[in-house]
């Protein structure tokens, strides 16, 4: 069938309402578009400047070549907008660290999934790379190896900026007060002394929360930590603290029974966080956590966000009691991307309903999204990307797309499809299964 | 016999000079250590072991000492020494010696090559690796063959080092050895500790199977992963190159298989694809047993060869699908004759792995004239014997070609009548001790595969069970013990291609590797955990992009 003689397009007219164009992307950003393809028109319209980056990506997306070679583009109408505001990938760059590239390399695969926040777990037990201004014997002390696996001050920002061009917001993540191993060397007297008996046993566990010390340490670190990311997000953890250093320490059981806490160690975690929430709320910055600060009854503000996480009970009732008690929560537990199995795993991904909890529509409304994380424990540059796309797309299009949208015999064939645009992009993804790309990865 | 013996004099020689220098020793048969180490310091560097914990697989006897030796790259030769089979004129040593003198010192490139003597160090200085082939029959222009020699003898003193070898493979297994023995110190300066090691491996079909079927290997994976195979001890490809979903093998005598069956014109490997492959891969020890896996598992076939496949039935009518080759036509016959010869001189080996796994009844079942003959031939309603018939004739033809035959264990489940030298490839989880037990039980070679199926892959240190596996953990006599020749690593390509080939691959084959190669005593997994984070970092600094076994960093990380 011969096609109606191809008209030649030479312009993408891109319309902006409200350009911000040194702005930076936010939970309250627009990134609506509409895209108008038609005879010798193409219009891209957005209110703001992120959603015409959302929608040159569509279009580069509707651009096809024909066996003759031309580039050609479908008559087209799209109207487009996300379904939730947060859509986050995490990448842990402490257990393994990543070099830049490979940071600049997921931004841009983000971009083309649409992904609008890089979650920066940057640091936790085994190393400490980032090197702080204010405290440089952290990542001196703590990092694998402090000259070349850091990330300097000028690292951080070319990972903001190239994340803020592609409409992504960096929302860095300093877990406290447990997952601070590499915290210690550089820090003496931050983490808490473990005893065996009554001495000191040479271990150490969590921060220390019964010095003042620690928490003149927490205001000058989160100070510098809010002026170096932009975003008015951190992530503060409060995950998977071990109450068992704490309590075998003669002084913090003392602490324990001043304060009136009994043995319930929660009230000191509790006690830890509330704290440190009130710093960062005082140095502008908005919070977000990991559930077991939820879960614990540790008393929060009413703007954080709880990151909801844990396999121990079903998710979604977890989803129902945090939105239940006001706070927006954001859900990563069927997105553990890190946790590969034999198949098409990404199917498991895609059917998650994150909305498919018990509760009010007001409580619904309190899940502005989710994050798939890639935890570092086995991942490296060596598989970053192979383990990370195209199962990740399966997300992106969850948090993306419309709830009605869950076709998998459809998503199969517009994935694999995706998957092939990624290799040609020369990004290294992995297939989904049986089948081939025009163009492979050479290897 | 004789070349061992001469071995076994220049050992003594050795041993008289060397046993007055060393100091302290240090004794790994494998056995573990007396004391206990210490647990592994999951995420520190690995620079801070001793010199045993960078082998990887782990030699038979190795013997190290605390007195170092310096290596000057400018003035470090690998070479024949007096006495060898080989010389100059082994052009798989040559090539040898210029890639072992590249990863051991190429990293280093960037350092101006100076006169300065060297400098700091008292260590005296290492000068030569000499090499010395013993057979008469070198093993140089030839192919490498299950009972090729690959044992060897190194000892490592000054000035000169010697690797002692029957045959040109066991001088690849000691150069990998002894680039595995040599290290940087914290100034840069290249050392290597006096040793000796006597090794060879414990079975002698170590393979990786690959398969270029469900996802096409651009021959560039394939080379990369010889390096990687051959940095590991395998001395087995077992390239399951066609299946149903591809036929990417570019047949000379029937070139519409490739060009109907292919993905596409690009997917598909030229004769000179796979020469280059046989070629790459012989210089480095290592066989190329290609797969031609029949009767199921051959929908490709039946796009470029007409009435190949049975065509199945609904009731009186063809359905227009397709099942396993069609066991009934002389026209089958015919065709595989002609094929496998062409199969049997392209590829080398003395053996071609033949499949007869997965085969599905149901398409046969189905149809009129398989039935008739069914009939004919008095099977009754017992379709293994129509498979037996077709794997029969298969044999027949590919024994008359002088090739010795690798088969999948269903082959010999459904009882077809086997060659005495036909090695049975076991391969389904469920019970497979009593599997070895019934193969090796009848007479015949087995190659264990079930617990080793790489593809199937899971959340963690994984690596420790494929470690863990023990082979000869089967009922048998020792006679029976001895058919089972090894094993391998299996890597099906439905969700592998090369984007994830070599993380998905390595360092997980790795344990595979040693569980073929070293003792079976070699089996404490704190020590292979250690052994086995340096081998990766090795791996890394030489090109191969292998995953992490857990928590920590390398010096050199990927590019």
Not at chain 1, 368 to 376: F, K, N, S, V
Not at chain 1, 387 to 397: C, D, F, I, S, Y
Not at chain 2, 358 to 371: A, H, I, L, Q
Not at chain 2, 496 to 521: F, H, I, K, Q, Y
Request: hydrophobic share 35%.
């Amino acid at each position: 069938e011969n096609p109606p003689q191809a008209l030649p397009c030479t312009q993408l007219l891109v319309f902006v309402a409200t350009p911000d164009c040194d702005g930076f992307p936010n939970l309250d950003s627009k990134e609506s578009y509409n895209l108008s393809v038609s005879e010798g028109s193409l219009l891209l319209s957005a209110d703001a400047v992120w959603g015409a980056l959302r929608g040159l990506e569509t279009f580069s997306q509707l651009v096809g070549r024909d066996q003759n070679g031309t580039y050609y583009i479908n008559k087209t109408e799209i109207v487009d907008f996300p379904r939730f505001p947060h859509r986050g990938l995490l990448l842990d760059t402490s257990r393994h660290y990543l070099p830049l590239r490979a940071i600049l390399e997921t931004l841009d695969v983000m971009a083309y999934n649409k992904f609008n926040v890089f979650h920066w777990h940057i640091v936790d037990d085994p190393s400490f790379p980032y090197e702080s201004s204010t405290f440089p014997e952290l990542s001196k002390q703590g990092a694998f190896n402090a000259m070349s696996h850091v990330y300097t001050a000028g690292d951080v920002q070319a990972v903001i900026e190239y994340a803020r061009l592609r409409g992504i917001r960096v929302i860095a993540e300093f877990d406290t007060p447990g997952h601070t191993l590499s915290w210690g060397p550089g820090a003496p007297g931050l983490l808490t002394p473990c005893y065996s008996g009554k001495h000191p046993s040479g271990t150490y566990g969590p921060i220390n929360p019964i010095l003042n010390s620690t928490y003149q340490f927490v205001t000058s670190l989160f100070q510098e930590v809010s002026s170096v990311f932009p975003d008015f997000f951190l992530h503060l953890g409060g995950d998977e603290v071990d109450f068992t250093c704490w309590k075998s320490n003669p002084e913090i059981r003392a602490f324990m029974k001043q304060m009136g806490f009994g043995e319930d160690y929660r009230k000191l975690e509790s006690f830890y966080i509330q704290r440190l929430l009130d710093i960062v709320s005082s140095l502008g910055k908005g919070s977000i956590l990991w559930q077991e600060v939820f879960d614990n009854g540790v008393k929060l503000r009413p703007d954080s966000i709880i990151h909801v996480w844990k396999t121990s009970k079903p998710y979604m009732e977890e989803m129902a009691d945090v939105t239940k008690a006001g706070y927006q929560a954001l859900l990563s537990t069927p997105w553990y991307l890190n946790r590969i199995s034999y198949g098409q795993d990404w199917m498991a991904a895609y059917r998650v309903e994150p909305l498919k909890f018990k509760g009010s529509a007001k409580q619904k409304d309190l899940v502005i999204g989710g994050e798939a994380c890639m935890w570092g424990e086995y991942v490296d540059i060596t598989n970053l990307t192979p383990r990370l796309w195209p199962r990740a797309g399966a997300v992106a299009e969850r948090l993306w797309s419309n709830a009605s949208v869950r076709n998998l015999q459809d998503a199969y064939v517009r994935l694999a499809a995706f998957r092939c645009q990624l290799l040609g992009r020369g990004v290294q993804a992995q297939p989904l299964y049986v089948g081939y790309c025009e163009n492979e990865f050479s290897g | 016999a004789m070349g061992r013996t001469m071995g076994l004099a220049g050992l003594l020689m050795g041993l008289f000079l060397v046993s007055a220098v060393l100091v302290s020793t240090s004794l790994r048969h494998g056995a573990p250590r007396a004391e206990p180490g210490p647990k592994p310091a999951e995420w520190e560097d690995a620079s801070g072991a001793g010199p045993e914990d960078s082998l990887w697989p782990l030699p038979q006897w190795v013997r190290t000492s605390r007195r170092q030796l310096q290596l000057a790259p400018d003035r470090f030769q690998l070479l024949h020494g007096a006495g060898s089979s080989a010389g100059p004129a082994c052009g798989l040593l040559q090539d040898a010696f210029r890639r072992y003198y590249e990863l051991m010192f190429g990293q280093s490139r960037w350092r101006k090559r100076s006169r300065r003597p060297l400098g700091g160090r008292a260590e005296p200085e290492l000068l030569q690796l000499q090499v010395v082939i013993e057979s008469q029959h070198s093993g140089c222009h030839s192919y490498p063959h299950l009972g090729s020699s690959e044992a060897y003898h190194l000892t490592v003193t000054e000035p000169v080092a010697i690797l002692k070898a029957d045959e040109v493979w066991g001088a690849l297994r000691g150069l990998e050895t002894f680039s595995q023995l040599v290290h940087e110190d914290d100034y840069g300066s290249f050392l290597v500790n006096e040793s000796e090691i006597d090794d060879f491996p414990r079975f002698a079909h170590r393979g990786i199977l690959l398969d270029s079927s469900r996802h096409y290997l651009p021959v560039k994976s394939i080379l990369t992963n010889l390096d990687a195979m051959a940095f590991n001890k395998f001395n087995v490809l077992h390239w399951h190159i066609v299946d149903d979903q591809s036929f990417p093998y570019q047949s000379i005598y029937f070139p519409e298989l490739s060009d109907k069956g292919a993905y596409s014109y690009n997917h598909v490997y030229t004769p000179s694809d796979v020469h280059l492959v046989i070629e790459y891969a012989r210089l480095r020890g290592i066989r190329v047993i290609p797969e031609f896996d029949t009767p199921g598992h051959t929908q490709s076939w039946g796009k470029g060869q007409k009435d190949l496949l049975t065509p199945c039935y609904n009731e009186e009518q063809p359905t227009g699908s397709f099942g396993p080759v069609n066991p009934i036509l002389n026209t089958t016959y015919d065709f595989m004759t002609k094929f496998f010869k062409e199969i049997s001189s392209v590829f080398p080996d003395a053996y071609i792995h033949l499949g007869g796994d997965e085969v599905n009844f149901d398409c046969w079942k189905s149809n009129p004239n398989v039935k008739e003959f069914m009939k004919k031939q008095g099977f009754g309603i017992d379709y293994a014997k129509l498979e037996s018939y077709y794997i029969q004739n298969i044999l027949d033809i590919v024994s008359s070609y002088n090739k010795g035959y690798m088969v999948w264990q269903e082959v010999f489940d459904n009882k077809a009548q086997l060659k005495p030298d036909t090695v049975v490839q076991v391969w389904i989880e469920n019970n497979y001790a009593h599997e070895l037990s019934s193969v090796t039980g009848a007479g015949f070679t087995a190659i264990l595969a079930a617990p080793w199926y790489l593809d199937y892959i899971s959340y963690g240190q994984d690596w420790k069970k494929y470690y863990s596996v023990e082979p000869l953990n089967f009922l048998g006599s020792e006679k029976q013990k001895k058919l089972l020749i090894g094993g391998e690593a299996c890597l099906w390509g439905e969700f592998v291609d090369a984007t994830n080939l070599t993380p998905r691959l390595w360092p997980r084959a790795s344990a595979v590797g040693e569980r073929l190669w070293s003792s079976s005593n070699v089996t404490d997994l704190e020590d292979a955990y250690k052994r086995l984070t340096i081998h990766r970092c090795r791996m890394l600094r030489r090109g191969i992009s292998a995953e992490p076994v857990f928590v920590g960093y390398c010096a050199h990380e990927a590019r």
